[in-house]
């Protein structure tokens, strides 16, 4: 109970610190409809190549706006030295790390709100619980393990070319099985419920293996 | 001649023994021809590979648990050596793809899954130079090797859970005659004994460089602190 109480308490932390600078958020926003233009120009995308290219085009631009949101997560804190603090309490890593990766996911939740939309606009692609689901599964896995990663980068060299090294390799399934998923909706086919399913093997697949590592990257 | 020299002789020899059964005992194949004699090193380092990242795990794994510098060590060691015969299996295998497929590379579930083997031990590497070294980049690299492992049964099941065209298992599945089978055995033996000489060489060059002067306050700080 203590944990989820701590987890919560370090999620409603970092979305109030959002919500009062209002910093990530809207950057965040501009960076996927940012995307969105570069990828039209460079993919020169018309009504008939639009939907084969959307799915790709989702991908890359939530993939790399989880690459800024999750490390900013840990580089402010590490910038503010706050998170030796947090570190210093006797609050479980686990559940310190929870709230992190929880805060983060919600973040990019809220990304996605603008990007799904945008996609819809731009890219003459459907937009239906069923895409916003599979997109949804993907950001939690990704969150768990982005955050992870994070928390390791912040306190290396070279943090900001690290955290897509390391990260983006672990992504790979998650973008296998939502990619199947959203190509389903985007463009046909019946293997919907089988991506789905795969998303949340891994989503508590590597739930459970970064909370136990979570000891171990926290820890100084 | 010390050990390491004795043991560095051996597993060349044995590898030059194993080229001979390649090149002069195994029977020609009636498809691919002479290209085919690729398949005994390209699938030894394969395997070699996943033994050494399988080494990896076990190493972290003894340090996360027990802040054993040796399981620390014996990781640094395999990762590199994982990392080398990953190297291997993927230029070999390149080397046969282009005269069968036509093409040195395409985006199948089994290559695609190798390729990013490579790079998430590539990465274990890199965090093993940018953290701070000792406890530091020991723990980190010790996560990394981990997770990172989860890759490998993704590499050895991919040609089963998607429609590939690198061809599937052949020894279970018995389609090799018993010339070729005999040459891949040994071919195998030979490779793991190479690598476990590459990885005690290696392990013993860690040893030496954590035991020089400037290493060992970095040592000390790698071990639990006293509290």
Known sequence: MRSIAVALAVARKDLVSEWRSRELVPALAQFVVLALVIANFGFQIDSRSAPAIAPGV????????????????????????????????????????????????????????????????????????????????????????????????AQLRAREVMLPLLTLPLWIPFIVAGGQAVQVMMGGGNSYGQALWLLIDFDILFVVLTSLAARFVLDE | MNRYLVAAAAAVALMLAAAAFIFFFAPTDALQGPVQRIFYLHVSSAIAAFVSFAVVVVGSVAYLWRESIVGDRVARSAALVGVVFTTVTLVMGMMWAKPIWGTFWTWDARLTSTLVLWIIYAGYLLVRRLAAPGRQAARFAAVVGIFGFVDVPVVYFSVTWWRTVHPGPVISTDALPPEMLFTFLFTMACTLVLAAVMIAIRYRIEALSDAQPQSQFVLQAAQRPTS
């Open chain 1, 58 to 153: 989702l991908w890359l631009a939530l993939v790399f706006a989880g690459l800024l949101a999750f490390g900013r997560a840990f580089a402010a804190e590490k910038e503010q030295a706050s998170l030796e603090q947090v570190i210093l309490t006797s609050a479980p890593p686990a559940a310190i790390f929870a709230g992190k990766a929880l805060a983060a996911a919600a973040l990019l939740v809220l990304c996605e709100a603008v990007l799904l939309p945008a996609l819809a606009l731009f890219f003459g692609t459907p937009l239906s619980i069923a895409l916003a689901a599979a997109v949804f599964l993907a950001t939690i896995g990704m969150a768990a393990l982005g955050c992870m990663f994070a928390a390791m980068v």
